[in-house]
């Protein structure tokens, strides 16, 4: 037995210098089929602690996960005894194996440590999160320097093989996921699995997602009363930025209890944490939304604000990110035929984005009011998509908004907030932009009568109403 820990402990450190790409020799590793089992047992015990920070606090332990981890240690050994026959050495197919489980720690727990940040660092969780392609490439150098040190050639042809083999033992790690689902060691009530395993092009969030949209346009109230009702619409298609979460569901709130729009409101997001619960940021169902607003909305007296936000490039266009979905951009000229299209002449668009003015060049008419966070030629903090929702979004609805129901008004509170945090970090201005038509100037002086009245407390992505 001490023998046998020794030899563990002596492959877990080849393992790890293999992994960080320090010198180690074949000869470092002890192989048998002792030593597999129990870098196998090890593996397992990451991953259940792993899975366990994945799917807390309210989920329960599964044998079910057992099942993923016996099918992952078959494949293993299945690509290293096919990449061994290739070179005409089957034992080489163990030593294959226990190499690569014994660099697989390391790997484990940078796959993990997201979620062990996500609670007291999520800034750094993010970013790590964002960092699952370095992992998965960090991963195949692994394989390809574990064939490496097994294969005794010239250096040119080593690395050749190496690399081929490599590929071959990650050959797994694409095609499993297509033949074996990967049951987790935890599973929340209800078998739910956590937001982060779903893919967006799967079955069951396809089904969800059309089920989402149709609920949330059927929820849409038809037009009441003999005044002017006003419909709001989020559109935050930015999936790499969790932040926009708690944002768009914090102007929503505002829009609602400070301008009567519940009932006439909806969000559209694209985020991998919302696919079960929010309909898709996508053109195509923003174009759904606008058309289900323009048949419950009398178009002759009606107005609808839409609010946009995120990653924005030249030209105004607004990109859509949620791998694997390819988004259509959204850009003030499609977004114009829609409204068109839909029947509503009465708007208000907000745009949180670079390059927003754009659309106050494209939109400008009568029967539009433009805010846009940038001139057209001009960027914000946050709206290349690589931050929080940019500064502008934050001040017009959190501190504009929620405290006065004059869009002019908020909009100026909002102009000299971010002027503010502009000179404090010494970004260049962004230069935000009102444009008003003349003949919609007094229907938002006829909204204001929609108002709730009370002054609303907000904070940073979070309004609240007083009691």
Known sequence: MRY??????????????LALFLPVTRLAFRVDAVQLLLLFVLSCAIDVGGDWLRMRPDAAFSIAGVGGELVALAL????????ALVLRRPPLALAFSVTE????PIVQVAHFLPFALVDFAPSASRWLFA????VLAWLVAILVRTVAIHVETRALRRWVIAGIGGFVLASPLAFSPLFVADTAWFQTAGGERDPHDWNAASEPVLAAQRALLDDALAAIDDHEGAGTNLYFVAYAPDGSEASWNEHVDAVQKVMDE??????????LRSHRDTLLTTPIATVTNLRETLDEIGAAADPAVDVVMLYIGGPGTEGGVVRGTLPPLDLVPLTPALLKRMLDDAGLSWRIVVVAACHAGAYADVLDDERTAVVAATAT?????????HGDPTFFGEALFAEGLARTDSLPAAFAIARERV???ERARGLPASRPLLHIGTEIAPKLKALRGGSRGATARAGRGVIRAPV
């Open 4 to 17: 046998t820990l020794r030899a563990l402990g002596r492959n877990l450190i080849a393992g790890l210098r």
């Open 76 to 83: 293993l050994v299945l690509m290293a005894l096919l990449v």
């Open 101 to 104: 489980l014994a660099a697989m």
């Open 131 to 134: 960092a699952d392609y370095v």
């Open 258 to 267: 400070r301008f009567a729009t519940a009932g006439r409101s909806i969000v």
């Open 377 to 385: 030629d001009g960027t914000s903090f946050g709206c290349d998509g």
């Open 419 to 421: 002027a503010e945090r």
